[in-house]
């Protein structure tokens, strides 16, 4: 997001002075690395949770389309810095078919609805759907292998993408840096105040020598992933009020063998176990990084107090506010299936991981697959009305003034970070909106001039802008 940012207003503000600051010593090393997340290009062709079954049986495909529309912008922006010399190439981005498998009646059933509603619209309209065993098995030949009788079926959309966050990012910032950005790693910012002219103070340590200095800006975006509420909170600004974090660790089983990796060339969603949140969605990913191929199953769910993968185990406490812990505390009490699912998941053993991985993928053995932790997660618990409520979304806050911002959450994240920086542009310049938007649609063509406007609703659930 952070990098997005920075690039947008590169194009559009070449004279201003832009400085990216990073606590660790190289970019990209939280939920941005590839090893980190999933890799999908969050596009809704394969995850159920964006498409919820209403009340009279009908599926609702709004969250769906919206996603689909936010993730081409984003490849929009990608495709125009290719063109115009400003990333190397498309290294970052390989074409892999999103697939969607379930199993029992009543799943196949609800897909094959969910199939008929989006592939009625035509961003959806080369979606294929089965439920011929033989189709399958041509579709994904591990997950059919050696499978028990019974109902399956599957959806897939063969213009997907497995994407390398972390690849696209350091490649974001080296373009940054050949266009006069200052790029700050090894540094902290351990304190922000205001100025008396509007602006911000930054209070920046060096992590290798705790030199410290005092950095000017304007404006500051807040893009550190699981570190980003806490230095909300130290900004003081009102929006940030009530605001608390939940981290969630993750871990996959990552598997290098190259028969079973030539085996399978599919990102396979499947559906949450009865009470488990949207994150437990277990998928089979096969993966493209720096060059390597993997594939990749999971997420399993661990719980740490950290914030960031390479951050404290003081994190949590360090958060906790007057003003949030009774939103904390009314989320705990309100989500008891979390919870448990959490603990469930903290006391599994390998042999759990591998059963749950045998449900997809029926032959697997143990020796091909190696355990390995991802990166962490904070769920947003936004303040409401009586208490909290726990987000699984991706939410952004912006002061009154336009003069600060910062990003919290967690999916579809980078896939829609286009979107969400424009939408950003919006809140905090909107002054210079008339001006910039030539310049934005030139960059992403299907930008509709909802998404450049400030004064427009946002029309995303998972993002959602406090102004």
């Known amino acids: 997001m952070s990098a997005t940012l920075a690039t947008l207003l590169s194009e559009l503000e070449p004279t201003w002075s832009i400085e990216v600051i990073e606590r660790l010593d190289q970019v990209a090393r939280e939920s941005s690395d590839a090893w980190n997340n999933a890799g999908t290009g969050h596009a809704a062709l394969c995850e159920l949770n964006y498409t919820p079954e209403r009340p009279d049986g009908s599926i609702d495909i709004a969250k769906a389309v919206r996603i689909n529309e936010q993730f081409s912008l984003s490849a929009e922006l990608w495709d125009h810095l290719i063109a115009a010399g ?31 509603a989006l592939s009625a619209h035509p961003r959806f309209a080369s979606m294929e759907f089965s439920d011929d065993p033989a189709v399958l098995a041509e579709w994904t030949p591990l997950i059919m292998a050696e499978r028990a009788p019974g109902p399956v079926a599957a959806t897939r959309a063969p213009h997907g993408y497995d994407v390398d966050f972390g690849a696209l990012t350091r490649h974001l910032i080296d373009d940054l840096r050949g266009r006069g950005a200052r790029v700050s790693t090894g540094q902290e ?43 909300l909170q130290r900004s003081g600004i009102e929006e940030i009020r ?17 028969a079973l990796i ?28 720096g060059g390597g191929q993997a594939l990749l199953f999971g997420p399993y769910a661990g719980w740490s107090m950290k914030f960031l993968k390479h951050g404290s185990w003081g994190d949590l406490l360090r958060t906790i506010r007057p003003d949030n812990i009774w939103p904390m505390l009314s989320v705990g009490l309100k989500n008891l299936d979390l919870l448990r699912y959490l603990i469930t998941e903290v006391l599994a053993g390998r042999k759990k991981r591998l059963s749950s991985l045998r ?46 911002a910062g990003l919290l959450g967690a999916s579809p994240g980078a896939s829609t970070a286009a979107s969400a920086m424009v939408d950003l542009l919006g809140r905090c310049f909107p002054e210079r909106m008339n001006d910039w938007s030539p310049r934005l649609h030139a960059m992403m063509p299907s930008l509709n ?14 993002l959602v802008d406090q102004a």
């Open 86 to 116: 400003r990333l190397p190439g498309d290294d970052f981005r390989t074409p892999v078919p999103h697939m969607t498998f379930v199993q029992g009646e009543r799943d196949v059933d609800y897909l094959r609805r969910r199939h008929a």
């Open 189 to 231: 910012v351990r304190d922000l105040r205001r100025s008396p002219d509007g602006g911000w103070q930054l209070l920046i340590q060096d992590r290798a020598s705790g030199r410290p200095r005092v950095l000017h800006a304007r404006f500051v975006f807040v893009g550190a992933g699981g570190g980003a509420l806490r230095l």
């Open 242 to 258: 009530g605001y608390g974090g939940f981290p969630i660790a993750g871990q996959f089983l990552r598997t290098r063998n190259p």
């Open 262 to 289: 030539a085996a399978h060339h599919a990102k396979v969603y499947g559906k949450a176990a009865v009470g488990s949140p949207p994150m437990s969605v277990p998928h089979l990913d096969a993966r493209a990084v």
């Open 359 to 404: 449900e997809y993928l029926p032959t697997a053995q143990d020796a091909d697959w190696e355990l390995i932790t991802a990166g962490q997660r904070v769920q947003v618990i936004k303040p409401v009305p009586g208490g909290g409520a726990l987000e699984f979304g991706t939410e952004l806050i912006t002061a009154a003034d336009g003069s600060i």
């Open 449 to 462: 001039d909802e998404d450049a406007d400030a004064d427009a609703p946002s029309e995303d659930p998972d």
